[in-house]
């Protein structure tokens, strides 16, 4: 396995759901996941899917500029840093992020997101 192809495949994903029906994130998130949203921690798949459909814009696009990987620990996991530019419907200007993912591996061999730290990058 090779981790550089299993984060940006991971990314791909991610932002194209994110980007088309964030509810479908859900599944990428566990009862244990943990997102923190602009220093607001939020505990829980249901609880996390619910702060990002519930975020003030309808559509919005995602255009990542890098993707920076690590293994971590024993059991397998990834720490997958993320920076790029999120355009709003009918906004000028996009905006700068950085977001940070640790994944870990699932039973049946994928990856699920156990803390997903999000933020805007304000110059």
């Known amino acids: 396995m090779d981790p550089d192809a299993v984060a940006k495949a991971f990314v791909e994903h991610y ?3 994110f980007d088309a029906n964030r ?3 859900g599944n990428l998130y566990q009862d244990g996941s943990m997102l923190t949203f602009e220093g607001q921690k ?3 798949s249901p609880n996390i899917v619910a702060k990002l459909t519930g975020l003030p ?3 919005c696009q995602h255009h990542i500029t890098t993707v920076d990987c690590q293994p971590s620990g024993p059991a397998g996991g990834m720490l997958v840093f993320v920076s790029g530019s999120l355009q709003l419907s009918g906004e000028q200007h996009a905006l700068k992020f950085s977001q940070m993912f640790h994944l870990m591996p699932t039973p049946q061999g994928s990856f699920y997101v156990l803390n997903d730290i999000f933020r805007l990058n304000y110059s």
């Open 57 to 59: 814009f309808q559509q």
């Open 23 to 25: 509810a479908g994130l």
């Open 42 to 44: 939020i505990m829980g």
């Open 15 to 17: 932002y194209s759901t």
